[in-house]
């Protein structure tokens, strides 16, 4: 059976730990910086909080991303998704599906719920 030491994981998990440095929400998945950042975005937060790697359950290394409580809204649409960036750098490091989709106008706020992010072991 396959398997990767839990430094590998750690590895590639410790860049939106220590990298990360703002949220976006948006009406679209982002595939590229410029998406998550400006194309799709309909809101934003840089109070990103992300944990350090721990186990995930069922197998492998996962991170906690803290729960949002003051993102602001720049634009009016759907949010369904969210990207994570590294603004520093120009790079979109993770985006995935909202828990639900969030109907919102420009000059509101949003809040996003804590969850997690994770590698599971090779199968």
Same mark, same amino acid.
Do not use: W
């Given at each position: 059976?396959?398997?990767?030491?839990?430094?590998?994981?750690?590895?590639?998990?410790?860049?939106?730990?220590?990298?990360?440095?703002?949220?976006?929400?948006?009406?679209?998945?982002?595939?590229?910086?410029? &998406?998550?950042?400006? #194309?799709? %975005?309909?809101? +934003?937060?840089? !109070?990103? @909080?992300?944990?350090?790697? *721990?186990?995930?359950?069922?197998? &492998?290394?996962?991170? #906690?991303? %803290?729960?949002? +409580?003051?993102? !602001?809204? @720049?634009?009016?649409?759907? *949010?369904?998704?969210?990207?994570?960036?590294?603004?520093?750098?120009?790079?979109?490091?993770?985006?995935? !599906?909202? @828990?639900?989709?969030?109907?919102?106008?420009?000059?509101?706020?949003?809040?996003?719920?804590?969850?997690?992010?994770?590698?599971?072991?090779?199968?």
């Amino acid at each position: 059976m396959a398997s990767l030491g839990d430094r590998v994981f750690d590895n590639g998990l410790t860049v939106l730990d220590t990298e990360a440095n703002k949220i976006t929400i948006t009406s679209q998945e982002a595939t590229t910086y410029t &998406g998550g950042n400006s #194309t799709y %975005a309909l809101g +934003s937060s840089t !109070s990103l @909080s992300i944990g350090a790697p *721990a186990d995930r359950s069922g197998g &492998g290394r996962e991170v #906690t991303v %803290a729960a949002i +409580s003051d993102g !602001s809204v @720049s634009g009016t649409g759907t *949010a369904t998704h969210y990207a994570i960036l590294d603004t520093s750098n120009s790079r979109l490091l993770a985006t995935g !599906s909202l @828990s639900a989709s969030q109907s919102v106008t420009n000059g509101n706020s949003f809040t996003l719920a804590s969850f997690k992010i994770g590698i599971p072991d090779p199968s």
